[in-house]
């Protein structure tokens, strides 16, 4: 290349007026994949008046051959060798993972592209609307599903799975968001959430990085200031969702790291970058796994949680592999392995017996057979929506939790 | 031209460097043996389980073929479009020549995750299903830019008079191409080609946006990674890769770097290698 | 005279695969057009024109709800970007990171070539040569991981530290994890282009400048580095766009502060899948690599390349 720079050469000029052209044709062009959901317009208020695109798609009748191949996103630990190897011995069904450490993560997996690379997800409830009125999933046969009949009467058709009668997916396992402390550091456990937001503990904190986290910061107001008037931490007002994001920015300079990989915990905790934390009963049973002295406790303000579904993609390229799968993890003995193994509870009731096969005690540990106050005093994740549950429209929608968390927290 | 004490401080230099660049490296070998799947210094205790859990796991294994599998289709693609457009920048003159090679620079010059993103928008335009065939033309992209780079390179240096001299003495184009243009570019095609090999292997970023349900090897580490489970696991299977491409490193260097026409060209008289350079750029 | 004689002749008793080989020689345009095609091809419909649809895709916008992408026309995008304080300082930040390292490892990188080029034997070249390609097929994952090792509280450093009698340091999840990471990372990058350039200068050019009487230092500032310059510029578009881009790094060694470009274009593709405000974002970077190559192009980089 030996000529000068000139200011713009020909071929530039025509490189650029190529690019307008493409401009031109792009915008006057066909319609094409997105939005298809966007019945209500630009800014969907509430899920009244939203359909799901896929409710009409016709369910499986019966569970042929399988394909060879499953392809699930999954949380990190929901895929363990003991209950996956197996599966995939019994049905030929090769298991592919993808991990993912966010709803929002597998909301976006689940839409690359338009879909048809995965066949499952198990998303938690914030995640379950917003992949369904996207058309991401598509109905299950839940008859195809025998465990189903002995699960908790609450998980059998919860509303963040099913939509008028139609099913979406089998309900998995639930757990809370627990506080995690090493037990060197503290040989009593913390009783308050307050020891996160305390700035005694500076540089010896971390949360996890997922907007969702307001909601933990919403529940701790709601105990300790009661005159802001918050009832669900999911459902704020914007006095009441500026407040929580102003807790969260003081804590900032507490903040370790945020974590966005469950190993991140693991590592802090074991190696010491962290003596407090909230995070997953993962961390919790991979650091007892390893021989670290760690701690876990809900405090007295309660704990936010997660009540995981395993959905059907809607474009699932192996769906004969993907009803044994629901079916396989819906069996008690598979649920009592996972609870276990994860820390949290399962879904179906006859899970309790074998949990304590597994590990004396762990039926109790992990409230698989708890009262309904239990359940009522975690609260699961669910997408914060513009319009409340009383029917008011002053709720901030989840989108302003993302830009707040992006800019205003972090 | 350096003086003894010059000569020192560069040696203690590269020393430096070298162990700057090698200690991650010996710690990614050393913890292979990690006893305990989570890392912590020191080293909680020395054992083999974990290559035997690699052997006998089939993600990484998958994972690894096919890194390998898009690595060679991609190299295969990055040799035949690279040196033919390294060819017809070098040989001829034409209306866009400039915007053509400031076009082959961007894939090296943007950064990779806006080809990854760009790319996945364009997939998921146009309806092209993530998958192999997804992953190869992310990684073909910037596989031929390095190869074209290393080639006009190689051609600039090379004194365009061998190419006359044979079609005087009537070879015809093909044979000119075959015996004398051929073998002077050879060497530089080969390490455009290993380099490119490399980068697709390891290739992440752009990968993570264009794959779809399948791993590549990165794909596989970063999984393990974000587990955190199998750590000593991602650990044996990099520093076995490391090993395996000792041998093909090795040949590399000696081919391309460190042998060859290149260093003939610092010992030419200063008449011709002032022509020379003037005549590169 | 002689070649057409002997081609004419030829033609005769060749056939077909002649009759095109002649037509192509006569015909330049015809050559280069076949050799022009296939890369072209491919670089315009899917390179330039994934280009062209992240460039469209930053003036959409996405469905709040169901994170679908609307196609009506907006700025918003690029004035949320540049309006707010929080992705100025981001923008401000990743370019100062990515300044950074290529100035220290141009500096790392310089003396290190220059050993390799023209004071080791060509044994140890080759050795050396071995030395900074193995490194790049190291995973660059597990690599960086391994410096998390390296950093942690009571970790390599913290251990070498104590060892040598001097006090701990904090250095994980901060930006200074990020910057030593990224340094590391890239030093290959930017060791070869400069090795390739000194490589270049012809031994005649150095007993010129002895000759006319100047010393070491002297050859070094005013005939070696300037015949590199091409080289290190090239090396630094690496090291540059490589750090512009990159979010898998700070992620991982990162801290409260560490964020950067492509942290937010990241999280805003694969988690919020607000694609058209990640296209907007992405602009940024792309301005900024043009501005820098048109500036090295000035330089003269693209020779040495």
Redesign the interface.
Known sequence: ???P?RAV????K??LLL?GV??IA??CGS????????GSG???TGTSG?TVPTAHLPVLQKIGKGEGQL?LIAW??YLNPIWVKPFEKQTGC?V????A??S??M??LM????G???DMVSSSGDADL?IL???DARPVNINLIPSWKDFFPAFKSPAFNTINGVHYGVSLQWGPNVLMYSRKDFSTPPTSWSVIYNPKYK?QVTVPDNPIQIADAALYLEKTKPSLGITDPYELTQPQFQAAVSLLASQ?PL????W?????E??DF????ATLGAGWPYQVS??KA?H?PIGDTIPAQGATGWADTWMLAAKAPHPNCAYMWMRYISTPKVQAEQAVNYGETPDNKLACGFMNQIQAGSCDQYHANAPLSYFHSIALWKTP?ATCDNGKQDCV???QW?AAW???V? | MESRGLRIALRIWVGLVLAFLFVPIALIVLYAFNRSNIESWPISGLTLHWFSVAWHDPAPRAAFLLSVKVALISTGIAILLGSAVAYALYKFTFFGREAISFLLVLPLALPGIITGIALNSLFSFTGIKFGVLTIVIGHATFCIVVVFNNVIARFRRVPGSLAEASTDLGARGWQTLRFITLPMVATALISGALLAFALSFDEVIVTVFTAGAQNTLPLWIFGAIRLGQQLPEVNVVVTIVIALTVIPVVIAARVAGAGAITRSARNVPVAESGAGTAGDG | MAVTAEAGERTERGGVRLRVASALWRRPWARATLLLTPPLAWFILLYLAALVVLLITAFWQINPFTTSIVRTWTLSNFTTIFSSPAYRSVILRTVGMAAAVTVVDGIVAFPFAYYMARVASPRARTALFVAILLPLWASYLAKVYSWLLIFTHDGVLDWSLRHVGLSQVHLIYTNWAVFSVFCYIWLPFMIIPVYAALERIPNSQIEASQDLGAHTWRTLRSVVLPLALPGIVAGSIFTFSLTLGDYITPLLVGGTSANFIGNIIYTNIGIANNVPFAAAMAMVPIVIMAAYLLCARALGAFEAV
């Open positions: 290349m030996t000529t720079p050469s020909r071929s530039t025509t490189a690019a493409a401009v792009a915008g319609s094409g994949g997105g939005s298809q959901a966007a630009g800014t969907a939203l392809n990190e630990g090769q592919n993972a993808k991990y450490g966010s929002d993560e909301v976006a839409k690359n592209g338009g048809g690379q995965y917003r009125y996207a058309g540089g900032r903040i370790e790291k945020y966005s990989l469950a190993s991140q693991i590592f074991k190696n010491g970058n991979s650091l390893a670290f929506l929608p989840y989108t993302v992006n800019t205003q972090k």
